[in-house]
């Protein structure tokens, strides 16, 4: 049965090269890929993951943490993430956590029972013992969708405070003032995207009332239901709201239809993230874009490239984020 080595022999080159043919990786130049290309042709050669593992000592496996939770977002985003590391030839394996420091620590156990090539973190722990270990990890480590101050990985994510203030922003330019927030707990995005609310309203001499605050558990389109219920008990004369996810604002639209009130023209409503379905919901959800799929590719072509050229490099990728105007907000100015 023929081999890498054996490809690489006929080709003349070295078994790293063909690898990095046969995964789709760059810096080869397009004559020697196609010499190799030719050659994997030629003889039939079919690639034996065991075989090219044994030569190159790597298990070709990423492991990917992954909040319990696994809403839209993180579908949208795993899924390009998963796509494209198939691509460059590496399987993924999950590591779902939930908030707690139980859940957290059995992922660290489980982490560290695995052989893997690197890792990308779609979900930020409270466990320090998780960061410390990461922290010491002999493979690449990529942050997905955060940062962290405290240990310098490599991270792919947009300005959460800036993408929030423009949010704001836009309804304040539109009229509004009497604006709820639908915030959801845990999580630093949260935290941000709240603190530019604040900011936002103070800016424009508006006091933040603590009843025009409410958060909600989860980031579920019931957590936004309930969020946007409990606004209304508290305040019925806010003309506005900013859900900090798309799917809280959906759940959010959907308490405003069942309590008979018309949206844009009675309240607004803002989202964050453009997911998918944003667009086909009634009426079509105003919302901060996210880059979804170009996060997910960029975070997935990182990871490969620090296991390529190594580890030293902590890159902070920060991607551009526009306001997506849709139906969802409506000109409050009399």
Known sequence: MMSIKDIAKLAGVSPSTVSRVLNNREYVRDEIRKRVLEVVKENGYVPNNVARSMVLRRTFTIGVIIPDTFNM???????????RLEQFGYRTMFFFVKWNSESESDCLRRLKSESL????????VQYQAMYKYLNEFPNPVVLCTFGCENYKFPAVYVDEVDAARDAVEYLIQHGHERIGLIAGAHFSFSKLRSKSYVEVLKSHGIEPK?????????????????GMETLLERDKS??????ITDELAIG?????????????????????DDIDISGFVEPALTTIHQPIVEMGERTAELVCKLIDE???????????HRLIERESVANHFR
């Open 73 to 83: 977002f993180q579908r949208q985003l795993f899924s390009t993430i998963e796509h």
């Open 117 to 124: 090539d690197g890792v990308i973190m779609l979900h930020e």
């Open 210 to 226: 603590p009843e025009w605050q409410v958060v909600v558990p989860s980031y579920t389109p019931e957590d936004g239901r309930q």
């Open 238 to 243: 806010l003309s506005a709201v900013f859900a």
């Open 252 to 272: 959010a639209l959907r308490a405003l239809h069942e309590a008979r009130i018309r949206i844009p023209e009675d309240v607004s409503v803002i989202g964050f």
């Open 310 to 320: 190594g580890k030293g490099a902590h890159p902070k990728v920060v991607l551009p």
